[in-house]
Structures are given as structure tokens and as C-alpha cells.
């Protein structure tokens, strides 16, 4: 079966504008979870969705927000973009949740806000 | 303040070695994720451990909940091998589990 999809796979921003990326989760996984990974900071946890509510939220600025849907893809927004949010946005699905399930990552958004 | 120790951060072998990689956490925890990142950014998901032990191929997860502490073993390593590799851990806290916390990650190379 298909693997988690996201798009776009790379892309270019100006600091200022705002950006969306999107996700589709494995056929049939309810849980859709969101990581940004840097040089500096390495991987580190966004937020997770679960029939379209919110579920957790880690350590970011509101300016990062999310959503999901009734067919399980998410979206992710950024709002006035820094450049210090450049970095390899990843999605992640799971039957449940990432605690007692295994997670299956898709490729990843590259961003860079210039 | 990272929360997850791996250890060692970069490491070198040659083909054949048995490696491990350690990773220690501070809290209790509800799971415990080994990934494998390659070049490129892709990350696979090698083991999900709440206790004990698993195995899968060339790969041995184990756990010690009291110790707080997890590895990674690879036996008879290849250079295919060649990865960084992360713990995550995962802990309830309220009204449930909580997001994932990685580790720093482990660069593996494997040389022929």
C-alpha cells in the first residue's frame, strides 16, 4: 500500500510569507503527527492529530499551526515566516498514535526561507 | 535541555563489527522508537519497545524500563548500514501520552 505522501517536497519562501505543507497518511491511519528537524536542534515534535483533533502540541510559536481532516490528511502552516524556520519539515502516520503503534515517516518538506 | 542521551554520537567500524548504540532517558516512559535516517532526510522506523526485547534481521532492540536506558545492537554490520541512527522515547504526562522527545542521533559508518 501507498507510503505517507507529502508535498511540496522542496520549496523556497520569503521571511514574511506563510506556507502550507501538506500530508496524506497510510490508507486506514488515524493518527498524523509533525516534526521539524534542524542542524541545531535536530528533530523535534510539533504537534499530533487524531480524527482531526489536536492530540498534543510541543514547544513552537503559534505562528505554527495545524490541521486535519476528516480523510486523515494534514495540513501544516507557518505564518511570517523567519529564517530560522528553515528546516526538513516531516509527517508521520500511525494506526493510533506513536505510543504502542509503529510510525511511518514520509520524505519530507525541505523549506528555505530566504 | 535534551532529555534522550545517545551515545556514541559518531562512530566508524568495519565491515563484520557487532555496534551498539545507547540511549538513556529521564522519565518514565510509554514507548520507545529506534529510527534509521539516511542521506536525503527518509526515516524508517526499525523498533517500537515498551519492554523487553526485539529482533529483526541483523537488528536487536532491548529495553531496560529501571535502568531507563535502551540499545541498538547490529551483528555482522555492512556498509549498507551506514546511517545516523535516533532513539525517541515517549511519556504520559495529564490527560495522555505526550509527543515525542528524539535523541541527537548516532552517525554510523560502516567501512568496507
Known amino acids: 500500500k501507498a507510503g505517507v505522501t507529502q508535498t511540496p517536497r522542496y520549496l523556497i519562501k520569503t521571511r514574511g510569507q506563510q506556507v502550507t505543507l501538506s500530508c496524506s497518511p497510510i490508507s486506514g491511519h488515524r493518527s498524523v503527527s509533525w516534526y521539524q528537524q534542524t542542524p541545531g536542534q535536530g528533530l523535534q515534535f510539533l504537534f499530533e492529530y487524531f480524527s482531526e483533533t489536536q492530540r498534543n502540541k510541543g514547544n513552537f510559536p503559534g505562528r505554527f499551526s495545524g490541521r486535519q481532516f476528516s480523510n486523515s490528511r494534514s495540513e501544516m502552516n507557518v505564518s511570517t515566516l523567519e529564517l530560522g524556520d528553515s528546516a526538513l519539515y516531516l509527517c508521520a502516520s500511525s494506526l493510533t498514535g506513536t505510543s504502542g503503534n509503529t510510525i511511518y515517516f514520509g520524505e519530507g518538506s525541505w523549506l528555505t526561507v530566504v | 535541555k535534551n532529555e534522550v542521551e545517545q551515545s556514541p554520537q559518531n562512530l566508524t567500524a568495519q565491515e563484520g563489527e557487532f555496534i551498539t548504540i545507547n540511549c538513556s532517558y529521564s522519565v518514565g516512559i510509554s514507548a520507545l522508537h529506534w529510527l534509521q535516517q539516511h542521506p536525503g532526510g527518509g526515516i524508517v522506523s526499525l523498533f517500537m519497545l515498551s519492554s523487553g526485547k526485539k529482533k529483526h534481521g541483523r537488528l536487536i532492540a532491548t529495553i531496560n524500563i529501571q535502568e531507563k536506558h535502551s540499545s541498538l545492537h547490529i551483528t555482522a554490520s555492512h556498509p549498507r548500514d551506514s546511517a545516523v541512527y535516533i532513539c525517541?522515547?515517549?511519556?504520559?504526562?495529564?490527560?495522555?501520552?505526550?509527543?515525542?522527545?528524539f535523541g541527537k542521533g548516532t552517525h554510523l559508518i560502516i567501512q568496507p
Open positions: 525517541a522515547w515517549q511519556a504520559y504526562s495529564g490527560g495522555g501520552a505526550d509527543g515525542l522527545t
